[in-house]
């Protein structure tokens, strides 16, 4: 998305003093990303006729208008959402500064961390600026606009989330600091979260994306493993698959109908039989492995189902082995028939 035109001081960023926290330091760090903003010094003043002059200016002022470069979110009255700024999105949260400068320039700051990794297909830059929203960006929202993750009590206290280790860079209330040591720290915080950020886009390129592509593949290929297409088989390294295989069937015609997963162990060789979770954050599966199996283990399992080379069975029904792939793929039809 292009950046408007302003006549303002050239290349120049501008944001509160005081206590920092942790979404305008990433917006600020996001910003820099970019060439037109790179090595940039930012402007901590709540000064209004210094705001007025800088280029762009990020949560102070009061003032939301992309046009004129200013993303505040603090105003009365804003409760804008990245649903409510772009269509194809399904996020509630109410944005912070960082959810509005990750909505506006985003796709260009995870362009830009990817550079020279080769040459990009727009889908992909898209798949991942929506995971590093939903996995990064939207947490960070959260917190600043003071939403709570639950409405259930807490049972413990988290302290160590990426927005708390930015607070403790601020100095302590008894703490006698120059400005200029309090922007060394404010540089700190903007090298810790942009730390943060780069891993995670590095992960979605690196890991996320290859391993979607394999479970795209192995679901094409379901039916080729049983006539039923219920069970998918990975050839090869078996990545992280479930979230991939619930994001693919909310735009198929089969969501719900898949319900096991055959993979090699890549210690001992050895095939896996896991069943698919009834969502991603389950431990409920869509059809667990029989009971009379469960926590039965090598030739007992064996004979008792039937099925040669048999390793185990969990006592829950969620994972099984064998020694052949002929029978983790028997396991999983018996089991179908069995429980059909």
């Known amino acids: 998305m292009s950046i408007p035109k302003v006549a303002k001081i050239s290349r120049s960023i501008g944001t509160h003093n005081g206590q920092f926290h942790c979404d305008e330091v990433l917006a600020c760090f996001m910003l820099r990303v970019l060439p037109e903003y790179k090595s940039t010094k930012v402007t901590r003043t709540r000064d209004k006729s210094i705001l007025e002059n800088c280029e762009i ?3 102070v002022g009061g003032i939301y208008d992309h046009s004129k470069l200013r993303y505040d979110h603090h105003q009365r009255g804003f409760s804008l959402t990245m649903k409510d700024l772009d269509q194809t ?14 909505h506006h320039y985003g796709r260009r700051v995870v362009t830009q961390i990817l550079e020279g990794r080769g040459e ?20 960070i929202d959260a917190i600043d606009n003071g939403i709570n993750q639950t409405e259930e009590q807490p049972k413990y206290k988290v302290t ?12 302590s209330w008894n703490e006698e600091i120059s400005e200029d040591q309090i922007y060394e720290r404010f540089e700190c915080a ?20 290859p391993a979607r592509s394999i479970v795209e593949e192995a679901i094409k290929d379901r039916f080729n493993v049983h006539k039923s297409g219920q069970i998918i088989r990975f050839k090869g390294s078996t990545p992280p698959w479930k979230e991939h295989l619930f994001e693919i069937e909310k735009t198929s015609d089969f969501e719900g109908k898949l ?12 095939w896996r039989i896991q069943c698919v979770p009834k969502d991603d954050n389950s431990f409920n599966n869509r059809l667990s492995l029989p009971e009379p199996w469960r926590g039965v283990r090598d030739e007992a399992l064996s004979k008792l189902s039937g099925i040669p080379g048999c390793i185990f069975v969990h006592a829950s029904g969620f994972i099984g082995g064998n020694s052949t792939y002929a029978g983790v793929l028997q396991m999983a039809i018996k089991s179908l028939e069995m429980q059909s």
């Open 190 to 209: 903007m090298e810790l979260v942009g730390g943060e950020l780069r891993q995670r886009v590095h992960g979605y390129y690196d890991s996320w994306l």
């Open 57 to 59: 200016v990020v949560d």
């Open 89 to 102: 999105s399904t996020f509630v949260t109410k944005l912070s500064s960082a959810g509005l400068i990750y």
């Open 160 to 171: 160590t989330t990426l927005s708390n280790r930015v607070k403790m860079l601020n100095p």
């Open 120 to 139: 990009l297909a727009s889908s992909d830059i898209e798949q991942i600026f929506y995971k590093v929203y939903e996995n990064f960006i939207e947490e």
């Open 259 to 270: 319900l096991y997963a055959l993979y090699q162990d890549s210690v001992n060789k050895s």
